[in-house]
């Protein structure tokens, strides 16, 4: 018996430095988060949203047609719609009339509570299905559950001055924080993400959140 309890005791110390040594080679092999190169700090004045009570806004600047933002779309929905900590506003860039019509598209979503929609429709944009269409757009809405009458409530959305005005707010939202890419994240108001590969671009911002949730 007391043979069996030194042994499984040693076992139990052997776990518990295996697991140490895990977590530090983890911690080893991602870089310290610097300022200037993982994220900026804006220097102009913004006027910042008003954030739900114990939340930290994060806006993510992105496009349906962007590869890097249908990359990290997958960890968007896991890391960030899943942290009760966070307030996110998905903002569609307005570059031109094309990405005009998909950010027409991003704002029908959100209004209409159709988080399940975004993964389908960067899947269907790169299987070079034209969303910008109506007749595609109303195949893609039926093929992915919608019934005709919540699809005709859709194209009234879509169509719709809120949604028209939606698109004007983002063009102006680009403006003022300076997009020129995507995907990019804002945080805070306060902390501009730097494109990075989606796992990074998402610890960044994971740590940004945490950062401004301690500023407050």
């Known amino acids: 018996m007391q043979l069996n309890r030194h042994f499984n005791i040693r076992n139990l110390l052997i776990g518990l430095l295996g697991a ?20 900026t700090v804006l220097n102009k ?17 992105f496009s349906f047609v962007c590869i890097h933002c249908k ?6 929905a ?17 570059w031109n009339p094309s990405t005009e019509s998909y950010a027409k598209l991003n704002a029908t979503l959100l209004i209409m509570k159709l988080d399940k929609l975004y993964t389908p429709a960067f899947t269907a944009t790169f299987s070079q299905h034209d969303l910008n269409d109506p007749v595609q ?18 194209m009234s959305t879509y169509n719709s001055f809120t949604v028209n005005s939606k698109v004007s707010e983002y063009k102006t939202q680009m403006e003022a924080y300076d997009i ?9 108001d306060k902390y501009v993400v730097s494109p990075a590969l989606p796992e990074r671009a998402m610890e960044v911002t994971q740590y ?6 301690t500023e407050k």
């Open 180 to 188: 020129s890419g995507t995907p990019t994240f804002v945080v805070g």
């Open 137 to 154: 757009l109303k195949g893609f809405l039926s093929q992915n559950g919608l019934s005709q009458d919540q699809i005709t409530k859709f």
């Open 71 to 76: 990359d990290i779309e997958p960890l968007v």
């Open 208 to 213: 940004l959140v945490k950062k401004s949730a």
């Open 78 to 94: 896991s890391k960030l719609l899943a942290n009760k900590a966070v307030d996110l506003d998905k903002i569609h860039v307005a």
């Open 45 to 61: 004045a913004i006027v910042k949203k008003v954030e739900p009570k114990g939340k930290v806004n994060v806006k993510e600047f």
């Open 20 to 39: 140490l040594l895990l977590n530090n080679a983890i911690a080893a092999s991602s870089p310290p988060i610097v300022e200037g190169t993982d994220y």
